[in-house]
């Protein structure tokens, strides 16, 4: 064999064995839940299941949560790479000083509802004129019913909030003893009536007041150093969301496998409920995974005027589109 064909076979040996070696290695990458494995949850599972982050040189790792603030906090800390949190956590915990931008949509309406008993004869936010509402102390939807009172021509003085602990606002409106609670359209929406107590749901997004769901977030200092990783992140994302609205059973039998006492009626009912809240009146017809700029501008917004929320961060400060495909630059 001459030299020249031996050099040049050597280098085409070398440049084989380098490829290889980049499409087998993968990124180790710590993902964080807002919460404990639901329904909503199990599309990530599906991703990791059908090899979708494997596909982008991701090896995935999901862990549950303890709330939105927590997963934030975690991120911000750089203890986790990814976290899952609703908006206004990744508003909050950013303008504490965590480097944390939001990089992907997941739900871009919110969940907040006020759920009324089916047979309290209420037809429209005004009829809860002399009603009354259960609630937890420090609910995010409580603090801002003031706002859909105002977008509804609601004299809130004239609606009796009765303020609870834990589950006993469920026991309230159980036992008749309140015409309506402060809900989740993912959570008691769904879950009392399948306790036997029908609901007529009042969802904020559409009356008016909506805040923008859960989000994708990440530290700034990943989106700098890492912008590929990002990139390959969200676009996984993207198809294992695309995959569970195309096939709902088989993410929910996904979630099982991690977790098998998901109980899966349930846990397709959540799924569906959360694939309903993943556009906005503002990003209907764009990409999955968009954020549009009036949900994040209205939520900041609203967080001012109803949360006591004190910055002068613009709303582009806590979110970006750049990683989203197909995304529209704005």
């Not at 949900?295 to 004190?310: N, V």
Request: hydrophobic share 40%.
């Amino acid at each position: 064999m001459s030299l020249l064909r031996l050099l040049t076979t050597g280098c085409a040996l070398a440049a084989g064995l380098a490829a290889a070696t980049t499409a087998n290695a993968q990124d180790k990458v710590n993902f964080r839940l807002n919460w404990i494995l639901y329904g909503f949850h199990t599309p990530f599972y599906l991703g990791v299941e059908r090899g979708y982050y494997k596909e982008e040189g991701i090896d995935l790792t999901i862990g549950e949560g303890q709330g939105s603030v927590r997963a934030a906090q975690t991120v911000g800390a750089k203890g986790d790479m990814f976290g899952l949190s609703d908006g206004p956590s990744v508003i909050n915990v950013a303008t504490k000083g965590a480097a944390i931008r939001a990089v992907m949509s997941i739900t871009s309406s919110s969940p907040y509802a006020i759920g009324v008993r089916a047979d309290a004869g209420v037809k429209s936010l005004k009829d809860l004129e002399g009603k009354t509402i259960a609630t937890a102390p420090g609910e995010a939807g409580l603090q801002l019913l003031g706002a859909v009172w105002k977008a509804n021509g609601v004299d809130g003085d004239k609606v009796k909030i009765l303020r609870v602990e834990g589950a006993g606002k469920n026991v309230a409106i159980a036992e008749k003893r309140v015409e309506a609670l402060m809900a989740g359209l993912d959570n008691q929406s769904i879950t009392l009536p399948r306790q036997g107590v029908p609901l007529v749901n009042f969802g904020y997004a559409d009356y008016g007041v909506n805040t923008v769901g859960l989000q994708i977030h990440t530290h700034e200092d990943t989106i700098k150093g890492k912008p590929d990783l990002v990139r390959r992140f969200v676009k996984a994302t993207v198809r294992s969301f695309e995959a569970a609205i195309a096939d709902p059973m088989a993410s929910i039998k996904a979630g099982q496998k991690a977790k098998s006492d998901l109980e899966t009626e349930l846990s397709l009912e959540q799924l569906k409920v959360g694939i309903s809240l993943m556009p906005s009146k503002a990003s209907k017809g764009k990409p999955i995974g968009y954020m549009a700029p009036e949900d994040w501008s209205g939520t900041l917004d609203l967080m001012k005027q109803y949360m006591g929320l004190e910055t002068s961060q613009k709303a582009t400060d806590f979110y970006t589109n750049e990683f989203v495909p197909n995304a529209p630059r704005s």
